[in-house]
């Protein structure tokens, strides 16, 4: 590489792009690279900061941190990220700043001269990110200088590029921006599908009322008059949790849906996964252009499903939700429980045909190698 001396600057919650990026440079041996984890929410208050020599360890620290994911807390992670780069010998640097707070904190070390090259790597992009006009302003602002004045843009989807262009006016720059998607480690792709049928539903993420979760639970008494036991298994945790186990005690379904929790053990989520039969995805299109953080993001959890040999119900809401449908590994359903109960009945009557959707599911998940995703975004740095 040009510059081999890399920073990612990022807010921790799940796995994701960032820590991939930093097993992805370790695995290459990157001369020099510093990690910098901030808490993005109270459920996980904890300060990651890790430098690597040559794929080697040289130290580690991890912090509790109290208030994390308020406003003051993102002003603190600003302030840390500048102390700890500024302090660090080396030179010739390219920062990686995952968010706009994280990117514009590089811009400034760039500025002073501590920095070579800034990355900005956007996850989402949200018109209206918050109630508060003043809150949303500003974050666009900011997010306005770090489209700006950063060396590179890469984005999750193409999507982001063009909601810049509709809501920011900001236009796209070929030379600039580059789509750099979620990808999957070769690994944790499974080899064969699973033939046999449990008719098991799968739900892994944040329980957001957006999420749609609530539909599939009201779609499950209509699933179950043609496939009795069908149970919905929930992995994950959140303030619409409680709305959920009350929907499905008012609908009796107590014995067809298990709620998990969260859980941090990556290797016990994909066993989960793997062991289900049909994964759902049933975002809220309502205010998808405006509010909904996935319709210009790209899921983790739908490639996470795929890799793990497992097709998707969802609705349009995902940028390649149609593409997924053309694939046949997906169906794209509207936001509506019998039209939901009435995809996966479907599905699970049909055996034969579910075990091929499912080994389709493993062929698509192998075009998203997180290697191959890297390798092309840092030949340009």
């Not at 945790?237 to 709620?259: D, M, N, T, V």
């Not at 953080?293 to 998707?312: H, M, N, R």
């Not at 389709?360 to 340009?380: G, M, Q, T, V």
Request: glycine share 6%; with cysteine.
């Amino acid at each position: 590489m040009k510059h081999p001396n890399i920073v990612i600057v990022t807010h921790t919650f799940f796995y994701g792009a960032s820590e991939a990026l930093k097993d992805y440079l370790i695995a290459a041996r990157t001369r020099a690279l510093l990690y910098i984890g901030h808490p993005l929410r109270k459920e996980k208050p904890f300060y990651y900061e890790e430098f690597y020599i040559s794929g080697r360890k040289s130290y580690a620290r991890k912090k509790s941190r109290e208030l994390a994911g308020t406003f003051a807390s993102y002003l603190l992670d600003m302030m840390r990220t500048f102390s700890v780069v500024w302090r660090h010998r080396e030179r010739n640097i390219v920062y990686i700043g995952i968010n706009p707070l994280n990117a514009c904190v590089g811009i400034l070390l760039r500025i002073l001269g501590r920095v070579d090259r800034v990355i900005f790597y956007a996850i989402d992009f949200v018109p209206t990110r918050s109630r508060v006009y003043g809150i949303n302003t500003l974050y666009h602002v900011i997010e306005w200088i770090a489209v700006r004045f950063s060396n590179q843009c890469w984005n999750v989807s193409p999507r982001i590029a063009e909601g810049r262009r509709s809501f920011l006016g900001i236009r796209e720059n070929p030379s600039r921006d580059r789509v750099v998607p979620i990808g999957l480690w070769k690994k944790d792709i499974v080899k064969q599908a699973r033939r046999a049928c449990r008719n098991r539903l799968i739900f892994v993420g944040h329980l957001l009322e957006k999420q749609g979760v609530q539909k599939v639970i009201q779609a499950l008494p209509k699933i179950l008059r043609n496939i009795p036991d069908t149970t919905l298994m929930i992995v994950g945790g959140g303030e619409y949790e409680g709305e959920l186990r009350k929907l499905a005690r008012a609908l009796s379904l107590q014995e067809h849906i298990k709620f998990l929790g969260w859980e941090s053990n990556q290797d016990l989520i994909r066993k989960y996964i793997r062991e289900s039969d049909v994964a759902v995805a049933t975002y809220d299109p309502s205010g998808a252009r405006t509010t909904n953080f996935s319709y210009y993001a790209d899921p983790t959890k739908i490639k996470t499903y795929l890799s793990c040999g497992i097709p998707v119900i969802m609705t349009d809401v995902s940028y390649n939700a149609k593409t997924l449908e053309n694939r046949n590994v997906a169906k794209v359903v509207p936001y509506d429980a019998s039209a939901i109960a009435s995809a996966i009945t479907s599905w699970l009557r049909n055996p034969k045909t579910l075990y091929g959707q499912k080994k389709k599911a493993i062929a698509e998940a192998r075009s998203y190698l997180w290697d191959e995703i890297f390798k092309e975004a840092l030949k340009y740095i």
